[in-house]
């Protein structure tokens, strides 16, 4: 199948062609016809799988073959400011030979931000792209008319209940229009999100592009490592691979363990930066551009840029711990090996992760590859898939009770 394929507007062609998009994928293939015949979509697709062009073309088609009518004609809803800066940025790429207009409306930052915001919101600008909290501030204020909205987009849908946003994504809809086309895209599809659906979607068309699977050409491995050893493992996998492993994504859960991480790689001279949530808006979009352009080979993230934050071509990703839900080890090593790339992806396991990771294992319906610790380092624990799982965090030697999420 080709772009040429769907009954797109030429300026569309030629924005695909300039971004260099050859064919579409599996979900573009399903998803763009769908949503051109007017159905409500729920599709089932995790980041990497070009799940934001999918939704953006036909909305975008939309909006230029109706540019005399004016107003807010597509409302996207994203979990985090990263997402919907970069949602806004593919729009924007997407838009070039097209005369239609988006803003990504997200807290955090000055108060000109504010009023460029709510400059566009006025104005009517043809697609908006926002977090929950802020959408909201701007609708209760009374200034935004969203009368000629025909799309509600929820992207990452299933992040959104996580981060406790239902209240406020019915909230947002209650400002909306009964008569539009709902469309939404979750990683997962756990019954939370099935009953947010069943409220919101009228008939619609189901797409599964394989929750649970990595995208194909990631090479996984894990080693079982104490705590200890961790860096001196990290030194051993990157030391002197610049040119190798020219970016590398290193996650913790923790933003403590990601300052920790920081400071010991520092002394060790690696180029890096570490992005977590105390960080400014304006601090993360400074690393996350130079992690892009490749200023800095290494970059030290807590789960915030795991999910939908679209850096190309990342060589390696490592997981110096296990993450909490297997969902999001898919999300973490999913930001390698996008579209069809090539990437490595190591998760390191401590004896206390054990029950965690098996439980990935199971959900990608296969072991992954376990290496052997370089001489240096000595023996590691001994993997036991069958370990019992432990909730909370790890504090001098005990476990502090944590309340399981759910
Ligand atoms: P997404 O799942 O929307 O976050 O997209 C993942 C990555 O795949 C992004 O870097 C897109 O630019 C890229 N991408 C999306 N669709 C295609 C396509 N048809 N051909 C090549 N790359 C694509």
Redesign the pocket.
């Known amino acids: 199948m080709k772009f040429t394929d769907f009954n797109l507007v030429e300026a569309l062609h030629e924005g695909v062609e300039a971004i260099g998009?050859?064919?579409?994928?599996p979900i573009?293939e399903q998803a763009i016809p769908a949503i051109l015949d007017e159905k409500d979509v729920i599709a089932c697709a995790q980041?990497?799988?070009?799940?934001?062009?999918a939704y953006v073309l036909p909305v975008i088609n939309f909006a230029y073959n109706n540019v005399d009518k004016k107003g807010i004609k597509a409302l996207v809803i994203a979990p985090t400011r990263e997402l919907a800066i970069q949602i806004d940025k593919q729009i924007e790429g997407f838009a070039y030979f097209a005369p239609v207009g988006s803003k990504a409306v997200f807290g955090g930052g000055s108060g000109d931000s504010w009023d460029e915001q709510k400059n566009a919101l006025v104005k009517g600008t043809d697609i908006i792209v926002g977090t929950p909290g802020r959408l909201i501030a701007h609708l209760i204020m009374g200034y935004v008319d969203m009368s000629a909205l025909r799309y509600l987009i929820l992207d990452e849908a299933d992040r959104m209940l996580d981060m406790g946003f239902y209240e406020d994504i019915m909230k947002i809809i209650s400002y909306l229009p009964e008569q539009r086309q709902n469309l939404m895209f979750s990683a997962t599809m756990p019954p939370k999100i099935r009953d947010m659906a069943k409220k919101i979607l009228k008939d619609p068309v189901e797409i599964n592009i394989s929750v649970s699977k990595t995208a194909k050409g990631i090479l996984q491995g894990a080693y079982m490592v104490y705590d200890d050893y961790k860096i001196a493992l990290v030194k051993g996998l990157i030391a002197g691979k610049e040119e190798k492993l020219p970016s590398i994504l290193i996650f913790s859960s923790t933003k403590v363990n990601v300052k920790r991480i920081e400071q010991e790689l520092k002394k060790l001279n690696f180029s890096l930066g570490s992005i977590h949530s105390d960080l400014e808006q304006s601090e993360r979009e400074t690393v996350l551009r130079k992690f892009s352009n490749r200023q800095i080979q290494v970059l030290v993230a807590t789960d915030i840029v795991s999910r939908?934050i679209?850096i190309?071509n990342i060589s390696m990703v490592i997981n110096y711990d296990v993450p909490q839900d297997p969902e999001d080890y898919i999300h973490r090593v999913g930001r390698t090996a996008?579209?069809e790339s090539k990437g490595i992806a190591i998760t390191f396991v401590n004896d206390a992760d054990m029950a965690k990771f098996s439980r990935i294992e199971k959900l990608l319906g296969e072991p992954i590859k376990q290496a052997r610790l370089p001489e240096s380092i000595g023996k590691g624990p001994e993997y036991n898939p069958n370990a019992k799982e432990k909730f909370g965090n790890r504090k001098n030697g005990k476990f502090k009770k944590k309340v399981k999420k759910s």
């Open positions: 998009f050859e064919k579409p994928t573009q980041t990497g799988t070009g799940k934001t062009a939908g679209d190309e996008r579209a």
